[in-house]
């Protein structure tokens, strides 16, 4: 059960995720499908192909067509969603992926009538599947698609005011699966932008592909001081980017107020790691901010029923429905960044505007999955008395996890919903102060994991 998580399903190849689990994941969800066709892709993954097979497998068995979409990123599998292919409409789709995961990673993100399949649907198919026969197999049931080639037009359509804009681009794709967009889209726009590591190889022979970390930066980090003006890099599956200049490193939220720019008083939500920066500009400006759940499952859902026109996470996941279809989209999140530098804004300047704080990366406290949460609830009590030398809480939100804002800043601790981890963020109006949150925020899960 515990490849079934929050927000996809992920485990370690042929360990966890085989012929075996597999088979049943496809015919399962087969029965939570009302139409006739699933569209699926995959990511560059050695293991992926074999994982499709196994799908549909699983998806035939249970009544339905695969629709074929080969090796594509992510966002291009949540694009099949909103088009026809030769007259045919998918109801479901499925993106077999690891996302940023080390190699021997594998999963499945799936997406049901426009709508991410997540939380308590994702652990009832575990049950379903844990309970069940192996399906027999059926006659293969599957059509190729050009989702790609789709994709690629319509962003090269929607974009072509860009056309051969001079600014110098430099982008790093990790070799995950970008490289099989990135090259056509900049090419058909006559952009001057150079890429590193654009083959696909699930190998991952240069670097790990999380652009959050910053250890995979340094070699994007090299072209830009050499040959760019600005640098994109991507994660395994291109949902989430990082975007530089020569003096910022963009983090997602901070991403979501340049966006915003262009935007006529836009309803944004952000996850509770986002900076009260953010927060405060956003509503100094007329927009309407919203915080919410970590997540990019809980942020398209939230976008649905706020019919917000943007999200974003720190980490780099952007969620445009302005102009756009609402779902986490790097090569996207790229163009409308480069469309920004084109009408005239300079990034580093906007940003020099900004109150300043300081705000640290996330901080991972390692516990356990039984724990993590029964750390939560116990720091939740602690804070109805804190200690007396504790800061003065001015209020808490609890949205996801515990949010304390405090006189001159903010402290967040969460447990994450995807691995074995509480998560940590400190942020103030002076370094000093910062360090004092963390520390005392520490104290509290200390004392809390003490207790159980």
């Known amino acids: 059960m515990s490849i079934y998580r929050e927000y996809d399903i992920r485990g370690i190849f042929e360990k966890e995720l085989n012929e075996q689990s597999v088979v049943r994941i496809g015919y399962a969800l087969a029965s939570k499908i009302?139409?006739?066709?699933?569209?699926?892709?995959?990511?560059?993954r050695s293991h992926s192909p074999i994982l499709f097979e196994y799908l549909v497998h699983g998806l035939n068995a249970g009544g339905?067509?695969?629709?074929?979409?080969?090796?594509?990123?992510?966002p291009v599998n949540y694009f099949c969603n909103y088009n026809e292919f030769?007259?045919?409409?998918?109801?479901?789709?499925?993106?077999?992926t690891g996302s940023h995961n080390p190699s021997e990673y594998n999963g499945f993100k799936i997406t049901i009538n426009k709508a991410p399949f997540f939380g308590e649907q994702i652990y009832a198919l575990g049950r379903e599947c844990e309970a069940m026969d192996f399906p027999a197999k059926v006659a293969r049931d599957v059509t190729k698609i050009d989702a790609l080639t789709r994709y690629v037009d319509f962003l090269v359509s929607e974009f072509q005011h860009l056309k051969a804009m001079p600014t110098r681009i430099v982008y790093d794709c990790g070799n995950g699966v970008a490289g099989v967009v990135t090259e056509r889209i900049f090419g058909a726009l006559e952009l001057n932008a150079k890429g590193l590591y654009i083959d696909p190889d699930g190998t991952f022979p240069n670097h790990h592909p999380d652009p959050s970390d910053e250890h995979n930066l340094e070699d994007i980090k090299k072209l830009l001081a050499t040959d760019g003006d600005i640098a994109f890099a991507y994660d395994g599956d291109a949902d989430r980017i990082a975007v530089l200049t020569h003096k910022n490193n963009i983090k997602g939220d901070m991403m979501a107020l340049l966006y915003a720019m262009k935007m006529d008083k836009p309803t944004v939500i952000g996850e509770v790691k986002c900076s009260q920066v953010m927060y405060d500009e956003l509503e100094k400006r007329g927009a309407k901010a919203i915080m919410y759940k970590t997540g990019h499952s809980n942020l398209k859902v939230k976008m649905q029923?706020?019919?917000?026109?943007?999200?974003?996470?720190?980490?780099?996941?952007?969620?445009?429905?302005?102009r756009y279809f609402g779902y986490d989209d790097a090569i996207y999140a790229t163009l409308r960044m480069l469309e920004l530098v084109h009408d005239g804004i300079d990034l580093d300047a906007e940003l020099a505007k900004l109150p300043q704080v300081f705000s640290?990366?996330?901080?991972?406290?390692?516990?356990?999955?039984?724990?993590?949460?029964?750390?939560?609830?116990?720091?939740?009590?602690?804070?109805?008395?804190?200690?007396?030398?504790?800061?003065?809480?001015?209020?808490?939100?609890?949205?996801?996890?515990?949010?304390?804002?405090?006189?001159?800043?903010?402290?967040?601790?969460?447990?994450?919903?995807?691995?074995?981890v509480l998560v940590t963020r400190f942020e103030s109006t002076s370094k000093e102060e910062a360090k004092l949150y963390e520390k005392a925020i520490n104290d509290l899960i200390i004392k809390a994991k003490e207790s159980l």
């Open 34 to 44: 009302e139409g006739e066709y699933v569209a699926v892709g995959y990511d560059a």
């Open 64 to 74: 339905k067509k695969v629709l074929d979409m080969g090796l594509v990123p992510t």
């Open 86 to 96: 030769n007259g045919v409409s998918a109801s479901a789709s499925v993106m077999i």
């Open 305 to 322: 029923e706020t019919n917000a026109d943007l999200a974003c996470e720190v980490s780099g996941h952007v969620f445009f429905k302005n």
């Open 360 to 420: 640290t990366e996330e901080i991972k406290v390692h516990t356990t999955e039984a724990e993590k949460f029964k750390i939560i609830d116990k720091v939740k009590e602690l804070l109805k008395t804190p200690p007396a030398s504790f800061p003065a809480i001015k209020n808490i939100i609890d949205v996801d996890g515990v949010r304390i804002n405090f006189q001159n800043g903010w402290g967040l601790v969460r447990a994450s919903n995807t691995t074995p």
